[in-house]
T-cell receptor, first 110, second 114 residues
Framework: TQLLEQSPQFLSIQEGENLTVYCNSS?????LQWYRQEPGEGPVLLVT?????EVKKLKRLTFQFGDARKDSSLHITAAQPGDTGLYLC??????????FGKGTRLSVIA | EAGVAQSPRYKIIEKRQSVAFWCNPI?????LYWYQQILGQGPKLLIQ????????DSQLPKDRFSAERLKGVDSTLKIQPAKLEDSAVYLC????????????FGPGTRLTVL
């Protein structure tokens, strides 16, 4: 069974701080997706990383896929209250359903 | 472009009762998914349809859960009879491609079983 471990589980920071959340697995994935889910809504895709070592930037968010395609990180620079939400990573092995981690619940306090 | 629609948004039932959820995917999306998201966890796939055929239902508790997508568009998910541990948010998602495609999620139905 493929598992994705996300850490930390909860994170509460002040506006303007930087943070990094992690997504780790013992399995290799062909790609990894990051979603953000706000209360009462479904997850929304932020980015898909495909190549080992790949770095993608989305405004203040930087996503990295590990060289071995087993892990990923999300770094947020100068966090804002609008970044508050549940960040989920999901691994795609190409021929099985997406596997989601439990998520990191981020709270950015103004 | 309209997103994935789900109804109802909230449902409260007593254990052993039945409940049904409805999903209308994005127009043109052939692949439809039903996920269960228990509080504090990530979504877990229950069933995946490609048009009106089932691609994967390995994690669907078939003794009580059923789903159909008769005309390859709308889908319903039913629970009969419900148990306390079925309390969760049920998310519907759709995608253009069945593998590795971006999934678009609906807002979910929050089910509480008392």
């Amino acid at each position: 069974t493929q598992l994705l471990e996300q850490s930390p589980q909860f994170l509460s920071i002040q506006e303007g701080e930087n943070l990094t959340v992690y997504c780790n697995s013992s399995s290799v994935f062909s790609s990894l997706q990051w979603y953000r889910q706000e209360p009462g809504e479904g997850p929304v895709l932020l980015v898909t990383v495909v190549t080992g070592g790949e770095v993608k930037k989305l405004k203040r968010l930087t996503f990295q896929f590990g060289d071995a395609r087993k892990d990923s990180s999300l770094h947020i620079t100068a966090a804002q209250p609008g970044d508050t939400g549940l960040y989920l990573c999901a691994g795609d092995s190409g021929n099985t359903p997406l596997v989601f981690g439990k998520g990191t619940r981020l709270s950015v306090i103004a | 472009e309209a997103g994935v629609a789900q109804s109802p948004r909230y449902k409260i039932i007593e254990k052993r009762q039945s409940v049904a959820f409805w999903c209308n995917p994005i127009s043109g999306h052939a692949t439809l998914y039903w996920y269960q998201q228990i509080l504090g966890q990530g979504p877990k796939l229950l069933i995946q349809f490609q048009n009106n055929g089932v691609v994967d239902d390995s994690q669907l508790p078939k003794d009580r859960f059923s789903a159909e997508r008769l005309k390859g568009v709308d889908s319903t998910l039913k629970i009969q009879p419900a148990k306390l541990e079925d309390s969760a948010v049920y998310l519907c998602a759709s995608s253009l491609a069945p593998i590795s495609g971006e999934q678009f999620f609906g807002p979910g139905t929050r089910l509480t079983v008392l």
